[in-house]
């Protein structure tokens, strides 16, 4: 029997970084996926391992069963954060793996999986394959939907989960079980950014637009149809790194800081009651796109201060400024993904013009 799952990445509108220090984010689902597909080995099969392939890098890693077994003695069946020790044990796991050093960030994304699949699974031989239609490490969010989807086909063989059909023919979570979804890849993204705030694997399991704040989520249904241009600078990143960067100057400057991340929390909110109010006419579409223009401008302003930026995000920001575009950008940053607006005007403009 095979389970497949997928999960899909996300966009922060407003937020990140702050919202890890307990200010208000705004993020939405975009249509892009992580699939897992998860097939326990038969008698028939005779394998006694697990085995992970990860189909864009072509790498497979394999476990025998007995070692897995004598790495974590203990594991609890309930959502936990890997202990120092269980830690270790993950790290002598994958250190056996000689990743290539090209892919060598893939080494927390298989500590996560080891810890989910242990944890959630416990010691039965099986194969997990993972597909992403996401860039890794980009700001997308490919970290939180891999420990989603991860999650989900891993939960989905449980005895405790119940589903029905969603509208698009997949299966779905009920709500509690969603739940559990979201608390066991909250861990997953624990190993893999360190120190989430827990927006990317919430907006990833449960979709569509969330704002969050300090762990709890309220779901929101924009009436602005916000169209967003996604521009990949292709500069490679890690968000533990830059989360990390961001603690050490708040430790440095925490008066600063304090009053960084509430400006952060302000504009945030302001966003959500942008997005939620009604919209009775074209006119206050276009208001309320200046107005998030003009709050996407003094995001990317805080987000320089808090020192996440870097120059091929300038570069994408001073180029769509000469079109009047305002962007900033999305994730971690240090490079990643930047967001650009494109107001409804301009869409029309072109479709008129095709
Ligand atoms: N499909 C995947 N397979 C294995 N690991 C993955 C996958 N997707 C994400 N990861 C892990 O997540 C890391 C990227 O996460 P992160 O730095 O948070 O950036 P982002 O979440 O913006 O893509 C990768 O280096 C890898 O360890
Ligand atoms: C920087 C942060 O706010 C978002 C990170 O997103 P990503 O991993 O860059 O897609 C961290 C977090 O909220 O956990
Ligand atoms: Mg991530």
């Known amino acids: 029997m095979e389970v497949k799952s997928r999960a899909p990445g996300k966009i922060i509108l407003s937020g990140e970084h702050a919202v890890v220090h307990g200010s208000t984010a705004v993020a939405s689902s975009i249509d892009l996926y992580t699939y897992v597909s998860l097939r326990f080995s038969t008698p028939s099969d005779d394998q006694d391992s697990l085995k ?18 004598a790495s974590f003695p203990q594991l609890s069946s309930t959502p936990t954060s890997c202990s120092v020790e269980n830690a270790k044990a993950i790290a002598a796991l994958v250190q056996d793996l000689n990743i290539p050093e090209a892919n060598f960030g893939l080494a927390s994304g298989v500590s996560a999986f080891l810890w989910l699949y242990s944890s959630i699974q416990g010691f039965k031989p099986a194969t997990v394959l993972v597909t992403s239609e996401l860039p890794l490490g980009s700001g997308l969010g490919s970290s939180a939907s891999f420990c989603v989807a991860l999650a989900a086909a891993l939960l989905a063989y449980t005895d405790s989960v ?6 698009q023919g997949w299966l779905s979570f009920g709500e509690k079980d969603l739940e559990l979804v979201n608390q066991w890849a909250f861990e ?38 916000l169209k967003m241009l996604i521009t990949n600078t292709k500069v490679g990143r ?26 952060v929390d302000s504009l945030s909110n302001e966003l959500t009651s942008i997005l939620k109010s009604p919209t009775p006419d074209e006119l206050s579409v276009t208001e309320k796109e200046q ?15 808090m020192g996440v930026s870097h120059a091929t995000i300038q570069t994408v920001l001073q180029t769509t400024l000469k079109y009047k575009l305002a962007s900033k950008l999305t994730g971690a940053g240090g490079g990643g993904c930047v967001l650009t607006l494109l107001p409804t005007s301009l869409i029309s403009a072109i479709r008129h013009r095709c």
């Open 52 to 69: 992970l392939q990860l189909k864009e890098t072509a790498l497979e890693f394999s476990w025998p069963i007995t070692r897995i077994r």
């Open 162 to 167: 119940s589903f029905h059909v969603n509208h």
């Open 188 to 225: 997953g993204e624990k190993i893999i950014h360190g120190k989430p705030s827990g927006i990317d694997n919430t907006v990833s399991a449960y979709g569509n637009i969330i704002s969050f704040k300090l762990g709890s989520l309220t779901h929101m249904k924009s009436s602005v149809p």
């Open 238 to 263: 890690n968000t533990k790194a830059l989360v990390a960067g961001v603690g050490e100057r708040m430790l440095r400057h925490p008066d600063i800081m304090a009053f960084v991340f509430s400006a």
């Open 291 to 305: 107005k998030i223009e003009e709050l996407m401008e003094m995001n990317e302003g805080l987000l320089q201060s």
